[in-house]
């Protein structure tokens, strides 16, 4: 019992002598960015690399990312998502560095890859691809956005886009204390996989408050903050916005008294000119029956 044990313990050290470094920790490339998986492997003496062969596939499907044998990349069997955005460094392999260049890293590229080493020994080991996206800076608004009153019932919503993965949404009010309550979540992912993310939070308005929301992306240690202040500004009427009023009030009624002024006296011009031309024509027929009578008084 123990010498079959031991036999295939044998046996299994004897198939993966090979030692196949890969990160430890999850890596982390950036939306939209080449990323380099690392793996390196031992080998105690210089070997011909017709004699090599590197496999990468995925862990959990066993899909093809990159094959390379006899000297050159093997791609028959590659997955089509990654094609033509993968590439070996051809001269880093006689070095030991079998790492992976994947091109233009998509939320779809998250997982587990597996990188297998071949030259008379052989060996494996996986890494865990993590991908990420900054969101946009949230913005918070408030529904409804006037007349609004202590006492009211308000939805402010906090929304950011183009994120990756889920972050956390941490609403605060002007005293730093978290508001728990009354918060829905939604989370839509576009045809690329980046989040919008929107929280809404419903409070009862209380006079001069500010609701803060903190949005924090954790694989990329990035935070983003909005707030909004409700005065009493935008309760209550507003004295300023009282006095402008009035203001505007008074102004118009100075250029419409003005106005009124300019017209009068346009009116009365013409008035005076139309009895002018009235007069003048009654002058000119007078004129006109006087030549018209002189003949008969010569
Ligand atoms: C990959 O390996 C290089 C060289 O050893 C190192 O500088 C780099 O930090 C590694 N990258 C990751 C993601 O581990
Ligand atoms: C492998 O080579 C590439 C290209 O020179 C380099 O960026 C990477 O860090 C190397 N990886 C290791 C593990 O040495
Ligand atoms: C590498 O292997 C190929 C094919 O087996 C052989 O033709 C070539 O001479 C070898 N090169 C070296 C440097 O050993
Ligand atoms: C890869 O590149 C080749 C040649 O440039 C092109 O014909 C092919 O359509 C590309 N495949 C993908 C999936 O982009
Ligand atoms: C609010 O919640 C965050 C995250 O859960 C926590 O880090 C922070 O300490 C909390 N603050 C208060 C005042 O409870
Ligand atoms: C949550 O909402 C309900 C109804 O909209 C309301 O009655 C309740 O007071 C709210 N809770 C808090 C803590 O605001
Ligand atoms: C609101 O805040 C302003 C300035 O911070 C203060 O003068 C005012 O008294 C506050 N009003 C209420 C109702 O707390």
Request: charged share 20%.
């Amino acid at each position: 019992m123990l010498s079959l044990l031991l036999t295939a313990m044998l046996a299994v050290q004897a198939l993966a002598v090979m030692e196949v470094q890969v990160p430890e920790q999850p890596m982390v490339a950036l939306h939209g960015r080449d990323a380099i998986l690392n793996c390196s492997f031992s080998h105690a003496s210089s070997f011909n690399l017709s004699d090599l062969s590197v496999f990468w596939q995925l862990t959990d499907t066993k899909r093809s990312v990159h094959g390379y044998s006899e000297g050159h990349d093997q791609l028959t069997d590659q997955a089509e998502s990654f094609a033509n955005r993968t590439s070996l460094f051809p001269a880093q392999l006689g070095l030991g560095n079998a790492s992976l260049l994947l091109r233009r890293v998509g939320v779809a590229d998250e997982g587990s890859y597996t990188c297998f080493v071949r030259v008379q020994d052989y060996g494996s080991a996986a890494l865990m691809l993590q991908v990420a996206a900054p969101y946009s800076k949230p913005v918070v608004t408030l529904e409804p956005e006037s007349n609004l009153r202590p006492g009211d019932e308000v939805a402010l919503t906090c929304l950011a886009y183009g994120g990756f993965p889920e972050a956390i949404v941490i609403w605060q009010d002007g005293g730093g204390r978290n508001l728990t309550d009354n918060i829905t979540m939604s989370l839509v992912a576009n045809e690329e996989g980046l989040f919008t993310m929107t929280s809404m939070l419903r409070v009862v308005l209380e006079p001069n408050s500010t609701y803060s929301c903190r949005l924090i992306n954790q694989l990329l240690g990035e935070e983003g903050y909005a707030s909004v202040t409700i005065t009493g500004q935008n309760i209550a009427f507003p004295p300023v916005a009282l006095w402008v009023t009035i203001g505007l009030a008074v102004c118009l009624l100075v250029l419409l008294i003005a106005l009124a002024a300019v017209c009068r006296r346009k009116i009365k011009e013409s008035c005076e000119e139309a009895r002018r031309e009235a007069e003048e024509a009654k002058e000119l027929e007078e004129d006109e029956s006087k030549t018209a009578m002189t003949p008969l008084k010569s």
